[in-house]
C-alpha cells in the first residue's frame, strides 16, 4: 500500500477555497491542525470555524454524509456533534468535496479515561444504537459493523507483514478467538466506528463532544466497544462493558475489531504516521495482554 495519491493541502489553498467560495470567510486566520488522523487534513478558521480538507478519494463522500446524518443523531445524542456549516466544492486544482464546520472547545482525550467516562460513553453509545436506521445508507464490505470474517484475509496478511514485530502466535489466537465467537444475528444498529480518543473531546474533565464521523455505519453493535480497549483499563473497562450489557460474544467480536483497525494500521502506517502507530500499538497491546492472561 502507499499513500502517494494523498491530495496536497495548505494554508494558501484554504485560504483560496474561501475566498472563490465563501468570501464572509476569506479573511480570518487559517491555522492548520497538528493531528495524526488519516483521511482530512484540518485547518482552524479563525477561532469559530473548522475546514476540513479530504486527502483520499474514499473519504470524498463524508461531508455529505454528515451534512445529512449529523443534524438528525445530533438530536438523538446526549454528547455534543459538529454543526456542518457549509460544503465546498472542488477548485483551485483540489479535487475533492470539503466542509466548513464549528469549532468544537475541549481537549482530545486521554489514557485511561475513568468510570466516570465510561458511563457517559457506554450512554452516548446506547443512545446512538437507538435511532432509527430506515433511511441508512448501505454499508461496505469490510467497513465498520461488517461480519469480521469479511476482514480476515486482511488481518493475516497484516500479521505476516509485521514479521517478528509482535508475537505473531498470539495476535493469530486472539483474532481467530474473535472470528469463532458467536455472530450478531440482530439488526444491524448506528455505529461510530471510530471512538478513538483524537474523536472524544473533553471539557473541564468530562466527555463533551464526539468528532470526526467519517466511519458513521449501521452493522454489528459489538464494533463500538472498540474504547473498551482505547480508553479504559481496568475497572473503566470493565465498567464500559457492563454498562452495554456486552456478553462473551460481543466482547470477543468487540476486541477482534480492535485487533483488525491496529493489525492492517500499523504496517500501512509504520514509517509514515507516528501518531496512528502509537495510538494503535497501544490498543494492540491491551487487546493481547489480556487475551495472554486468559489462558
Known sequence: MTQTDDAATGPDLVRTLLAEQFPQWSGLSVEQVNHYGTDHDIYR?????????????????????????????ARELPLRLPTQLAIGRPGAGYPYPWSVCDWLPGQQATWPLGECAAVDL???????????????????????GAPLAELDDGVRRAIAELGDRIDARLALRAWQLSLDADPYHGPGVWLHGD?????????????????????????????????????????????????????????????????AQTLIALPYYWDTNPGIVRQTWHALGEALAEVAGET
Open 122 to 144: 457506554a450512554g452516548f453509545v446506547t443512545a446512538l444504537r437507538a435511532v432509527d436506521t430506515a433511511d441508512a445508507h448501505p454499508r461496505p464490505a469490510r467497513a465498520r
Open 195 to 259: 471512538l478513538l480518543a483524537g474523536n472524544l473531546l473533553v471539557v473541564d474533565g468530562v466527555l463533551d463532544a464526539v468528532i470526526d464521523w467519517g466511519a458513521l455505519n449501521v452493522g454489528d453493535p459489538a464494533c463500538d466497544l472498540q474504547p473498551a480497549w482505547n480508553l479504559f483499563a481496568g475497572a473503566g473497562r470493565d465498567r464500559f462493558l457492563a454498562e452495554l450489557g456486552s456478553d462473551e460474544s460481543a466482547r470477543l467480536r468487540g476486541r477482534g475489531w480492535v485487533l
Open 45 to 73: 478558521v479563525g477561532t469559530e470555524l473548522a475546514v476540513r480538507l479530504p486527502r483520499r478519494e474514499w473519504a470524498a463522500a463524508q461531508a455529505e454524509r454528515e451534512r445529512v446524518w449529523l443534524p438528525r443523531l
